[in-house]
Every structure is written in structure tokens, then in C-alpha cells.
């Protein structure tokens, strides 16, 4: 009798399985499939939230909102919501979970209709659906009144479809909202599974066909075998519209998140755009960006231009960045006249990046006020570190308390950046809950707690740098 052995699993299909897997350990034994939901619902956020996908998200506590069409309602459907700090951007999730065997296909209507059912509660928000707030649905009345009261200061929505089948897209049209730029993203498994196996989508810039032209750019001299120089002058407008495109994923080797426009060098640069953006240029250090591979081209008025860039990276100006943002998206200040220099560095093998990047960020920031333990920011023990003090409570003091957090502040700012992105003072307050200012620590203080218990109480009597 021939040996019938089981056909053996794709990477796919293996990957399917672990994440099965993976939803059941969050959830009770025989849980309904809305708990399911939930758990897959979860454990994607994560995984965004890990490689700068998403940022911030809450999942309904309870169930997902549904909601079908009624009167002047669209139908609905909503897992998931973030609402930035400032109020101009909002995320909203929905998520499609099978949980059954093997890898199931959703096709080009079905994604459609989850598209359809977020932008439906979308709609519903900005028309003032929180006033008719019932008993059974009090989480999503409430989401819905937090977007309402932001809608004067939205800009940006991006509505994120997430599933455990794989997905067709590519003949979805996206529709648009007046007032609102609306972006479609699609989280499917198999583009998780190239998330989770450390594959990163890179980010391309075609400025020739998607930013108005080539922008000027002006080559080093002869480049070394490792890098290539150019230095570009970039429109405000242009720098503005691509970090609302790309967010966080444009900062991934910057040792610093947005510190707000509060910082005094970023009221500064709100002053400038504001009062004076035709010096911008004279007033700002520019930018220090990386990248895999650039091509060039002729301007029209003769120059020549950068006209495309692959894996475009700004490891030092994420806060002028941002603050061009912010000023044109929420301030509704003109850009028109700002430039930014931006000195671009080609690196020529892609395996010594790890190597020479973290060197480019040290000695572009040696100019600034940066702690030099900022500079290790983006190291993978502090980040596994930061993770951890995101997801591990700690032993609640007494039986009636609550968990709380250690919060590791790996970027320097990010523990009040992360207090302010949730929106409403009750929320901050609810969140400073389970993570206590006093339970926050820094890069040094672990560096003096390390000490301490090595013994070494002379290393930590050092002033901290």
C-alpha cells in the first residue's frame, strides 16, 4: 500500500495557519466569530503598528459596529478607529476574518463592499449619526461624535481593509469626499505574511509623473564606491504631499517622532511659512535623505532634476517635514514659495545600509541639539524593548488596582506624542491611567538601572547624555 502523506503546506498556507493559531491564544475556547473577529482584528494592528503601517488604532471593546442602510444612513461597518491628536488624520479599519482552513480568495466585489461599508460610516459621522446614540452601540456613537466634532480640522482619512483571505484590488476605483483626501489600503494575508517575514514596502518617487515635474538636483562630485551624492531643491508643496502620502514610513531611520509645533525651532518654522516663506530656504539646514537608487532627468527650463527615487528615506529634518505638513494641512498656511534643501545620499550596497546609515543620522544631527542617545534610538534591542513595555502590564499594586504600563520612550518625545494622538481629554486621561508619567522611562535611565544592578554605582552618578 503506497505511503499517503499529507501534501506539505505553502509558505502561504503556513502562514495562514500560524495566524489561526496565533487569534486563538487572544481568544475564550468556542468564541463566537465576532470575538474571532476581534482577535485577528488585533494582532493585525500590532503588526502594523511595528513596522509604521498604522499608528495609535482602538478596536471596538465589545463587537464591530454593522449597520444596515436606512434612510439617509449608508450601511456600515466599522472594527477599528485613530483619530491623530491634532485631529487631521483619521483611520478607520474594517476587517473580514474567515478563520476556516486554508487560504480563501476575496474577490474584487467583496473588497469593494468593505471599502463601501467604511466610507458608509464615514458619511454617517460627518452627517451627525451620534445623535441618534441608542443603548446598544454607545463605542461607536461616541467614535462618531469625536470625527463630527473634528470634521472643520480633517484632512486626511485612510480607510484600512483588513483580511485573512488574499484579496484583489487593482480594479477598485477609490472614491472621493469632498473636503477629505480619502486613501484605500488593503491588508490581506499575503501581504501581511510579507510584512511579518520583514519584506517592507519600499517607498518610490516618480516626481516626474506624480509631483509635477522633476525637481531640481545638482550631482556631487565622482561618488565613492559606496554612495552618491546630489543635492535637490524641493517645493514645499511637494515635500508636504508626500509625507501625507507615506507618514511615518518616510521617517523610519530618523531618531526622532514629530515633536509638535510647540517645540520652539517648529514654532519657528510656522512663523516662517506664515510670515515669510520665501526665506525658508535661507533660514532651514534642509534635509538629510537616503536612498537605493535615483534617476535623472532634463528639466524643461534646461536643468537637470531628480525625476525618480527608490527607497526615499529622511534620516535627519523629519521635524521640518512634518512641520511643512502641518502648517499646510491644518493651518491652511500657503507652501507655494517654500523650498527645502535636500542633500540626498545614493548608497550604493544596499547590505552595508545598517552600517552607514545610523553613522549618516550621527553626523547630520552633530550640528543640533540631539541627545546623543537619541542617536541610538533606532537600534533592534530598543525597539524590541519599546514593544514590550507596549503590550506587558505590570503586577497591579494592590487587588483592587489596575495594570499599568512601564512606558519606554525610545524616540524622545513620543510618550506625550502618543498622549495626545488619543483625542479627547477623557481619553488622555484614561490613557495616562495605565501609563503613569512616573512609570515612563528613558534611554539613559535604563542605561543607569542596567548599571546600578551590574554594581557600577560610579557609571551612574555620570550625568546622562
Not at 486563538?24 to 463566537?32: S, T
Not at 484590488?169 to 505574511?193: F, M, Q
Not at 510579507?194 to 531640481?216: M, S, T, Y
Not at 517622532?257 to 539646514?285: C, W
Request: hydrophobic content about 35%; overall charge negative; aromatic content about 8%.
Amino acid at each position: 500500500m503506497p505511503d499517503e502523506r499529507p501534501e506539505p503546506l505553502s509558505p502561504l498556507e503556513q502562514f495562514a495557519q500560524d495566524v489561526r493559531e496565533e487569534v486563538r491564544l487572544r481568544c475564550a475556547e468556542d468564541a463566537p466569530p465576532d470575538e474571532l473577529e476581534r482577535g485577528f482584528t488585533e494582532w493585525c494592528l500590532e503588526e502594523l503598528a511595528g513596522h509604521n503601517e498604522a499608528d495609535g488604532a482602538e478596536v471596538l471593546p465589545d463587537r464591530p459596529f454593522r449597520a444596515e442602510s436606512r434612510g439617509p444612513w449608508p450601511a456600515a461597518k466599522l472594527n477599528a478607529w485613530a483619530l491623530s491628536g491634532d485631529g487631521a488624520t483619521l483611520d478607520l479599519f474594517v476587517t473580514l476574518y474567515h478563520g476556516g482552513e486554508g487560504v480563501p480568495t476575496v474577490g474584487v466585489t467583496e473588497t469593494r463592499k468593505q471599502f463601501k461599508l467604511l466610507l458608509g460610516f464615514l458619511r454617517r459621522a460627518q452627517q451627525g449619526f451620534h445623535t441618534q446614540a441608542g443603548d446598544n452601540h454607545d463605542d461607536a456613537f461616541e467614535i462618531a461624535r469625536q470625527i463630527h466634532e473634528a470634521k472643520d480640522s480633517l484632512t486626511t482619512v485612510r480607510l484600512f481593509f483588513l483580511t485573512d483571505g488574499v484579496a484583489r484590488a487593482e480594479d477598485i476605483e477609490e472614491e472621493r469626499l469632498d473636503g477629505v483626501e480619502l486613501r484605500y489600503v488593503l491588508w490581506d494575508l499575503k501581504k501581511l505574511s510579507q510584512l511579518k517575514v520583514g519584506q517592507r514596502e519600499v517607498i518610490e518617487l516618480d516626481f516626474e509623473n506624480d509631483f509635477g515635474g522633476a525637481v531640481p538636483c545638482l550631482a556631487g562630485m565622482e561618488g565613492t564606491k559606496e554612495y552618491q551624492t546630489y543635492l535637490a531643491f524641493m517645493p514645499g508643496r511637494v515635500l508636504a504631499r508626500i509625507y501625507g502620502e507615506h507618514g511615518q514610513r518616510l521617517l523610519e531611520r530618523n531618531v526622532r517622532a514629530y515633536l509638535g509645533k510647540g517645540k520652539s525651532v517648529n514654532k519657528g518654522m510656522q512663523k516662517t511659512i506664515s510670515d515669510e516663506p520665501h526665506r525658508f530656504l535661507a533660514y532651514n539646514n534642509g534635509l538629510c535623505c537616503t536612498a537605493a537608487e535615483v534617476r535623472l532627468a532634463k528639466r524643461k527650463d534646461g536643468q537637470m532634476g531628480l525625476a525618480w527615487a527608490r527607497d526615499f528615506q529622511i534620516v535627519n529634518g523629519g521635524q521640518t517635514t512634518a512641520s511643512i505638513y502641518h502648517a499646510m494641512k491644518k493651518e491652511r498656511l500657503s507652501v507655494d514659495e517654500v523650498v527645502v534643501q535636500v542633500k540626498l545620499t545614493v548608497l550604493k550596497e544596499p547590505e552595508r545600509i545598517g552600517e552607514l546609515v545610523p553613522l549618516i543620522a550621527r553626523y547630520a544631527n552633530s550640528q543640533n541639539k540631539v541627545n546623543a542617545a537619541d542617536l541610538a534610538a533606532n537600534g533592534p534591542f530598543h525597539h524590541q524593548l519599546e514593544q514590550l513595555s507596549r503590550t506587558v502590564w505590570a503586577p497591579a499594586i494592590g487587588g483592587l488596582a489596575r495594570g499599568t504600563h512601564w512606558y519606554y520612550e525610545r524616540a524622545r518625545g513620543s510618550y506625550l506624542d502618543d498622549k495626545a494622538r488619543q483625542g479627547t481629554p477623557a481619553r488622555r486621561r484614561e490613557w495616562e491611567k495605565s501609563n503613569p508619567p512616573n512609570q515612563k522611562f528613558t534611554k539613559t535611565d535604563l542605561a543607569k538601572y542596567e548599571h546600578a544592578w551590574l554594581g557600577l554605582p560610579h557609571f551612574v552618578c555620570l550625568a546622562g547624555c
